[in-house]
């Protein structure tokens, strides 16, 4: 099953993503209430009655981020073993975690906000779960961490470099069924980040039951696993993201982002 958030004339709708259509989830606003509604959201989809939309028609900005606003976005650094490598470190015995807020987030097809305070402007493909009840994963989906780097390296803390506002999509929908695919970013058509997601170091399984020994996850809240090798920062001289750039995201089996940096 396929799910996603589509802007309407009103607000925004959850919808049931077919092969050439969607069907609209009626009396929620978004992927993350029909998840926070409770157990019986599959039901719920599965039998989705309202309005069927012929994919052709929507236009890519009517694609929301997957879930809107999750109560939580925890990132994981440094969990794929080439990304790694390419940084000089040791394998790690525990996940390096931080944290996202909404606001960063931004359709699977939205601008990337640019900001003037920075130049270090950075991709980093993710493949992201999403949490059901009972610390269950409910589905899969895609996340661009976009970075600021010069930001991210300010202290040690990497919090300011990962919350500009407007600069993460995430979409375009989530999937129910996925084991592995194949990960890769292209900014302007030219291939940046290429790697298979069964190279993380630290699993989906491994991280919910990591971070649920602190912390309770919820429908709706969002792991993003961490990215490959290949970012711009690593490489020598290092490349950073500027305006009118396209970056392309896509795990295989979960669809594509396709983002332009703003001006």
Request: proline fraction near 9%; charged fraction near 15%.
């Amino acid at each position: 099953m396929k799910i996603g958030t589509i802007r309407t004339g009103t607000g925004t709708a959850p919808v049931v993503v077919g092969e050439h259509d969607v069907t609209v989830i009626e009396s929620f606003d978004d992927v993350g209430t029909l998840l926070a509604s409770g157990p019986g959201w599959r039901d719920l989809a599965d039998n989705a009655g309202g309005p069927t939309i012929p994919l052709a028609e929507l236009e890519p900005s009517q694609w929301a981020p997957v879930i809107p606003r999750p109560s939580k976005i925890i990132c994981v650094g440094l969990n794929y073993r080439n990304h790694i490598l390419e940084m000089g470190r040791e394998l790690p015995a525990y996940p390096t975690l931080f944290t996202k807020y909404p606001e960063t987030l931004i359709g699977p097809f939205d601008p990337i906000r640019w900001s003037s305070h920075s130049t270090h402007l950075d991709w980093e493909a993710e493949l992201a779960v999403v949490m059901g009840w009972d610390a269950e994963i409910v589905g899969y989906t895609i996340m661009n961490d976009v970075t600021l780097r010069d930001f991210q390296y300010h202290t040690t803390q990497w919090l300011p470099g990962k919350n500009f506002a407007g600069t993460t999509p995430l979409g375009p929908y989530l999937t129910t069924a996925f084991t592995h695919g194949r990960i890769s970013t292209t900014v302007n058509g030219e291939l940046m980040q290429d790697s298979v997601t069964s190279d993380l170091v630290f699993s989906p399984a491994e991280l919910v039951t990591y971070i649920s020994r602190f912390l309770p996850l919820a429908p709706g809240d969002v792991i993003a696993t961490g990215t490959p090798g290949g970012v711009g920062h690593a490489r020598k001289p290092p490349v950073y993201l500027r305006p009118g750039d396209v970056v392309q995201t896509e795990i295989d089996g979960l669809g594509s982002l396709r983002n332009v940096v703003g001006s």
